[in-house]
Every structure is written in C-alpha cells, then in structure tokens.
C-alpha cells in the first residue's frame, strides 16, 4: 500500500500556482507510474500540468469520473510543521494536498483487480486561478474518456472526521472575480481642486456597491459583493491619480450573477461620470458556475454513506465558496461533497491544519461507493 501520510506531507512542501504545477506534476506522475505499472488496461494522458488515467472496465456500459485539483494558493504558510512549504509565498492552505493524497489512496485500489465499467481519474491543474476544468473541456483534452458521471470532494475545516456533508441541488455558489481602475488626476493635496482624486472615488464606490446586496437582490436568494484589495496613493501630500480594485460576486443562481454583474458595472459607470474619471472594468466569470449536485445521483450518494458505519451524513444548505467543478457539472452529471477534516484554521488560511486521520477514513468509504458505481453489475 502507498504511503498516504508520507504522500500528503511530500506534496504540502511543494504547493503551485495553477498552470505551474510542474513538481507536482512530476511527483503525481511518479507515483501513478509506479501504481500502474504493467497494467495493460490502464492509460494515460497529460494536459499542460494535469493528469487523466482511465482504467478501461473488461465490460463497460459507462464511465465514472473522479476529479481532484492539484494547485495551491498564493499565502506565505503559518502552520510551523515539520513539513512546511518549502516554496516561498505558496502553500496548499486550500487542502488540495488532502484532495490528490485521497485521489492516489482511490486509484490504487483499483489497480488490484479491473473493474466492470470504465473509471476516470482527473488531476486537474488551475482550480484556483483559471478554472483548469474548463480549460480542459474546452481544449479537448477528454477525447472520448468523458465520464457519464463525474464525483469529486472539497475538505472543510468546520467538519469533523466521520462528516460527509451534501445536498440534492446547488452546493457551492457560482463566482465573478472583478478588477476596476479608476483614473483621474493626480496634484498636490494643497491643491485638490487642480487635481481628479482616484481614490475619494473609489470610496465612494465601495459604499455604494454594498446596496446592491441590500436593495437590489432578493433576500431569499442572497449575493456577496466583497472588494478585498484596494491600490491607491503614495503618500499623504499627494492625490492619488488612480485607484485599483479587486473584488469578487457570489451567488447561488447564474442569474442572480448577472444581475449583480449588472448593477455593478452601472453603479462603477455612474461614478465614474459624477468624478470626471475614466473607468477600466473587467468581469470574469470563466468557469467558475455554481457547483450544482445532480439530485438524483446525490441522493444515491447520500444514501449509499448514510447506510455506511462510521460515517456522519449531514445533509447540508449551499456556501458562497467558488469551485471550478460547477463548469464540468454543467457538462456532466455529477456530485461534489464536503469532507470533514477539523482545522481550527478556516480555508485559505495560512494556519489551516487538517486533521490526516482524515485520509484513511476518506479512502476506504469512497472507496466503497466508487467500487459500487463501477462494479454494481446493473
């Protein structure tokens, strides 16, 4: 058996940015190599720093998929292990090093004996930054390996070891990530009336996008409308010629997106006209779609662990956390669940700390329901 603790440490030291997961590409590979090795029903195939391998099933009437992510965060880690990031600014603060450890854990025990249908392992790259899954999709990298139905998991500090958490629609929201620049003036600070100060507008902005959650989307449906960055100025004497920020939209509905995406693009283009700015502005929604369960499948899904000993199935409302797995459930029918693995440090902290027994627990009750999907002779 593969050493999944020792796996899971390896893989924490050497985090990467999306698109350049190249380490972890390597290691990835290693070990997949070796797992695989002589089996001639196995195949492989990469795309840029991501990963497929299909097991071909000796009498297949489809094909199961299960993803995993593979790239990490741009946070300087804080967690002070022995087996601390060794690169400089990166860290897996996101538990993706939890996520390829569980998916390695899965592929190999289904190198012991071929199953019945086909099974899809997916290391996909640039979850966090460019939607890696969409990229994929889009780029043809499935070919003819597409799954019937697609399965993956997100670790969440919140849970407990045992937790596996789900619901039968939508289960993460779909994302918009936004940059605005505004440009005016700069001058002296004796001087403003000289001077188009950026940054009083940028202000003015900040306050007034927030009443598009309180005045514009229906309360039942709820929106977050969050700017965390904020670039503008020198010094104190001087008026700011531009302001830069950065921000992101969430919502459960995609229309509830365009809505929001709506109202804040006029809210920035009538600011800018009331300051005399120029307005730079960029939505991105990429493939960052909400992570819609198909209910028919999660319900098996819940079933299946609600019958499981040791496992505590929590049937569980929607989160504003984004997941580039909503574009490849928009293509495929599919399931994403919540694994509990009690950090006290949330998500994309750089004190996020899982708990590891959550890897063996992880491994053999997926292990199961993937055994069930591919092997239940129905």
């Given at each position: 058996m593969i050493d999944y603790l020792k796996i899971r440490r390896d893989l924490h030291q050497i985090p990467e940015i999306g698109l350049e997961e190249y380490k972890t590409h390597a290691y990835l590979m290693k070990v997949i190599d070796e797992l695989t090795a002589g089996l001639d029903y196995v195949e492989i195939r990469t795309w840029k720093t991501g990963i497929l391998v299909f097991f071909k099933g000796f009498s297949p009437n489809k094909t199961i998929g299960w993803r995993t992510d593979i790239d990490g965060l741009p946070i300087v880690e804080e967690t002070g292990l022995e087996f601390s990031s060794q690169h400089e600014g990166r860290m897996h603060a996101c538990g993706h090093d939890m996520h390829m450890t569980v998916a390695l854990g899965l592929l190999e025990q289904f190198t012991q004996e071929r199953p019945k249908n086909n099974l899809l392992f997916l290391f996909q790259p640039a979850e966090e930054n460019e939607a890696g899954g969409m990229l994929m999709y889009e780029d043809g990298a499935f070919g003819d390996w597409l799954p019937d139905e697609f399965y993956g998991l997100h670790v969440r500090p919140d849970l407990k070891v045992g937790d596996i958490a789900t619901n039968t629609g939508t289960l993460f929201a779909g994302t918009c990530e936004v940059k605005l620049t505004f440009k005016g003036k700069g001058g002296h600070?004796?001087?403003?009336?000289?001077?188009?100060?950026?940054?009083v507008a940028a202000s003015y902005f900040i306050t007034q996008v927030q009443t598009i959650v309180s005045r514009n989307v229906d309360p039942i449906e709820g929106a977050?409308?969050?700017?965390?960055?904020?670039?503008?100025?020198?010094t104190n004497n001087v008026i700011a010629e531009t302001a830069f920020l950065h921000g992101t939209i969430r919502t459960l509905t995609?229309?509830?997106n365009l809505l929001t995406q709506k109202r804040l693009t006029a809210i920035a283009e009538g600011v800018a006209q009331s300051?005399?700015?120029?307005?730079?502005?960029?939505?991105k929604q990429g493939g960052y779609l909400p992570v819609e369960n198909q209910p028919d499948l999660a319900r098996d899904l819940m079933d299946f662990f609600a019958a499981e000993e040791g496992v505590n199935l929590i049937d569980i409302l929607p989160a504003m956390t984004g997941e580039d797995f909503g574009y490849l459930l928009s293509k495929v029918d599919g399931v994403m669940f919540w694994l509990g693995i009690d950090s006290p440090a949330p998500l994309h902290s750089p004190q996020m700390t899982p708990d590891e027994a959550a890897l063996p627990f992880a491994i053999e009750k997926i292990g199961k329901f993937l055994d069930f999907k591919v092997?239940?002779?129905?």
């Open positions: 600070a004796a001087f403003p009336h000289q001077a188009n100060d950026a940054l977050v409308v969050t700017f965390g960055a904020m670039q503008a100025g020198t995609m229309e509830m300051f005399d700015l120029e307005l730079d502005l960029e939505l092997n239940a002779m129905i």
